[in-house]
Every structure is written in C-alpha cells, then in structure tokens.
C-alpha cells in the first residue's frame, strides 16, 4: 500500500522560496506506472493542482504557478520535491502530494499547512 508524506517548514516570510518534500513509500517513483502531482488548498477556497513529475523525471506545471513553481526529485529516497518562488500571503494553503492515474488521484498525504507571514 503506497503511502506519501509532506514535510517542511509550516511559515514561510512574504517573497522567500517554499520548498516542501514528499516522501513515497510503498511504490517507486521511478518506475511506478502513476505520476506524483503537488496539489494545494487555500483556506476557504477549493483544491489546486499545481504540477507533476513522471517516472523519467518530466515536468508538468499548471499555466498559473508555472513561473514560480519547481518540482524536482531524489531518487535514492524515493522523494519528490516542490519549490515555489516569491510566495505572498495567497500562497498560504494546506499543501498536498498525491499519486495519479491521468487526471484521477488516487492517493493522498495528509497534507501540511504552510502558511506565508511576516
């Protein structure tokens, strides 16, 4: 059973760099046939998907974040990782790392607050 786990900084300070780290276990992110996405929440608004990675390392970033955004990956601990440039305080938001058939997403993280405060 695959199981996927944020983790990083909960505050992050107006213009600086988010940078959050997904750790899969149960699968490979290498080899596995799903895709690893990095969805968001903002509070009181509904789910944004912000990008995916694929097991040869490929790219995909949503048209809106796709400036500020970078997802990247460690293969030896099985981790993908996302960064967002230039945060403002509309970036706060429970963040999510998922695993993906197509547009269905399958599995979640439990998700992590981050929230973007001076």
């Known amino acids: 059973q695959v199981q996927l786990q944020e983790s990083g900084p909960g505050l992050v300070k107006p213009s600086q760099t988010l940078s959050l780290t997904c750790t899969v276990s149960g699968d490979s992110i290498t080899t596995s046939y799903y895709t690893w996405s990095w969805i968001r929440q903002p509070p009181g608004k509904g789910l944004e998907w912000m990008g995916v990675i694929v097991k040869d390392g490929s790219t995909y970033y949503s048209p809106s974040l796709k400036s500020r955004t970078s997802i990247s990956r460690d293969t030896s601990k099985n981790q993908f990782s996302l960064q967002l440039s230039s945060v403002t305080p509309e970036d706060t938001a429970v963040y999510y790392c998922?695993?993906?058939?197509?547009?269905?997403?399958?599995?979640w993280g439990q998700g992590t607050q981050v929230t973007v405060s001076s």
């Open positions: 998922a695993r993906a058939e197509g547009v269905r997403t399958l599995d």
